[in-house]
């Protein structure tokens, strides 16, 4: 079984940048693809991006593609979410999860072991 657990939030300004950290443990987790995503108050959950197992590819969410890079670091059972240019309407709670059915990549439904998530506020 794999838990995961999401760190690296916090309050920045528009313009800055933080670096999430989805910390894995247990065994089934290298070899699955894994996917951000993100919550904001009063909306739904949305794609954010995805690595594939082997780091070889990735997908972005269109409002943050060219300012997040997601990638793994096999040693340290992690996927990283370098966040730059931050924005106020990129706040929100954000969740790492892996992903364990054949799907469209943005699909949460295919995800699983979801952590418990961590709070990304940008002040205008």
């Known amino acids: 079984q794999v838990q995961l657990v999401e760190s690296g939030g916090g309050l920045v300004q528009t313009g800055g940048s933080l670096r999430l950290s989805c910390a894995a443990s247990g065994r089934g987790f290298s070899s699955y693809a894994t996917g951000w995503f993100r919550q904001a108050p009063g909306k739904e959950r949305e794609f954010v991006a995805f690595i594939g197992w082997d780091g070889s590819i990735t997908y972005y969410a269109e409002p943050v593609k060219g300012r997040f890079t997601i990638s793994r670091d096999y040693a340290k059972n992690t996927v990283s979410l370098q966040m730059n240019s931050l924005k106020p309407e990129d706040t929100a709670v954000y969740s790492c999860?892996?992903?364990?059915?054949?799907?469209?990549?943005?699909?949460?439904?295919?995800?699983?072991?979801w952590g418990q998530g961590t709070q990304v506020t940008v002040s205008s």
């Open positions: 999860a892996r992903k364990i059915r054949s799907g469209i990549y943005y699909s949460a439904g295919l995800y699983d072991s």
